[in-house]
C-alpha cells in the first residue's frame, strides 16, 4: 500500500505533507528507502525542532523544502540551498498555506472514519485542514493508531485516494527540568490570575508552567499544544469546569494521546483559530508563556539563532504577544534562563547581534528568568535596561551595566 502513496511524487510536483506529531513516519522511511521518488518534488510542511527528525530534501538533489521552522536534521540541505525557510509567524504561515504556496497535492494523516465517513485530523490539526482546502488533489492517510479527537473533521469521500497505513504516531519527551528551570516557572505562575486563558508553548522553562500552575483554579488552555503536563492540572483541580481547551497539536506519548481523545473537552483547531490575533484577543486575561534563546535591554527577544547560527524560525510567539498586549489583563511571558553553558554565556545581552529580531522592542511586556520577574511594559530605555540587569546573572550584572552605559552615550 506504501507504494501507492509514492506515486504521488513526481517531477514538478507542490505536495505538503503534515509535520509536528501529524507526521507520516511511514512514508517519511518509504521515501528514504526510495529517495529518487522526491527528485524535482517540492515539499511544504511546518516540521518542528525537536519532533521531526528527516530531512525530505535530502533524498535528490533536485529536491526541495519549503519549511517556516528549522529541525537540526535539515541544516546540511539549507547550507546546499535545497531549503526555503520562510521567515512568517504561524498565522503568517495559515495564510500562505491557504494562498501562495501552490499545493497542488495534500496528504493529510487522519483516524479512521465514523459511520458517516468522517475522519479526525487527531494529534495535529494545524495546517492539515488549510492545505487540504488549497490542494487541487488530496490523500489521505488513515491510521488505526490515529485518535479521534474533536476538532476539523474532513469526508473520506473528498479523498481521491486513501491509504490505510498501521504505523505508530510521533511522540514527543517531556522538556527535562532543573533547579533553575523551576524557578523561573514559579516566579512565572506568581503572575498568572486564576480564570486566566493560557498558552503555553516549547522548551524547558515554559514546560515547567504546568506543575508550577496546580495551585491555580478556574484555568483555560488557547494554546498552540497541549502537552501531557495538562494531566497535572486536570488531576489538581485547577481547569475551569465545563470549559474547552483548544489547540493545534498534542504532544505527548501514546497513552496520552489516547487519554485526550477520551476526554472530550479538549477541541483542536487549524492555526487560523490557534493563533489568529481575533480569536485569541477576545479572550480576557489572555497569558502566554514562551521560551528564548536571548533577550537584550531594550526589551527585543531572539527566538531563532544560536551562535550566530540559524537555528528555529519566527514560530507563534508573535502571534501569541500580540494578542496578549491587546487581552484585558492579558500579559505576554518571556521565560529564558540567565545564562548558557554552564555560566560562560549570559543570555541577557546589551543588544541583539543576529541577523534578525523575533520578537521587537514594541512588543515587550514580561522577561523572568530565575533572578527575578522584569516587568517592561510602560518603562522607558533606562528604565528598561536597569529592570533586565537586575534579572541578569549577578556575575554579568557589572559587565552589563558598564555596555549600556556605553550604548547609551552613542544615543
Known sequence: MIAELLD?????????????????????????????????VRMVSCLLPGMNAFDYAALDPSARSTVFLLTSAMKGSLAEGRVDLMPLSYSATAAYIAQDAGIETAFAHVS??????????????????????????????????????????????????VIEIDHPLIEVAAAPQSVDVSAIAERAAQLVPDGAALQIGLGGAPAGLWQALSGHRDLRLRSGLIAQGFEVLAEAGALEANAIH?????CGDAGFYQRMSARGDIVLAD???????????????FIAANSAI??????????????????????????FVRAAAISPE?????????????????RIVPRLTAPSVSLSRDLADTV???????????????GRAQAMIAIAAPAWRDSLEGQWRALRDTM
Not at 8 to 34: M, N, S
Not at 134 to 156: F, K, S, T, W
Not at 368 to 382: K, M, N, Y
Open 294 to 319: 536571548e533577550v537584550d535591554l531594550l526589551g527585543q527577544v531572539n527566538v531563532e539563532w544560536q551562535g550566530g547560527k540559524l537555528s528555529s524560525g519566527v514560530g507563534g510567539a508573535p502571534d
Open 368 to 382: 523572568i528568568t530565575e533572578h527575578g520577574v522584569a516587568e517592561l511594559r510602560g518603562l522607558s530605555l533606562d
Open 271 to 285: 492555526t487560523r483559530t490557534t493563533h489568529g490575533a481575533m480569536s485569541l484577543a477576545s479572550e480576557a486575561r
Open 8 to 40: 504521488e511524487f513526481r517531477p514538478g510536483k507542490t505536495i505538503y505533507l503534515p509535520g509536528a506529531t501529524g507526521e507520516i513516519v511511514a512514508l517519511a522511511k518509504a521515501l528514504a528507502d526510495d529517495p529518487e521518488r522526491m527528485a524535482g
Open 330 to 346: 492579558g500579559r505576554a511571558m518571556v521565560l529564558v534562563p540567565s545564562t548558557a553553558r554552564g555560566g560562560t554565556v549570559s
Open 112 to 161: 479512521e472514519p465514523d459511520a458517516q465517513g468522517q475522519c479526525s485530523f487527531g494529534v495535529a490539526a494545524d495546517f492539515s485542514p488549510i492545505a487540504w482546502e488549497a490542494a487541487a488533489r488530496r490523500i489521505a492517510v488513515v491510521n488505526p493508531r490515529m485518535p479521534r479527537m474533536p476538532g476539523p473533521m474532513l469526508a473520506i469521500g473528498e479523498a481521491d485516494r
Open 246 to 250: 483548544r489547540c493545534g497539536i498534542l
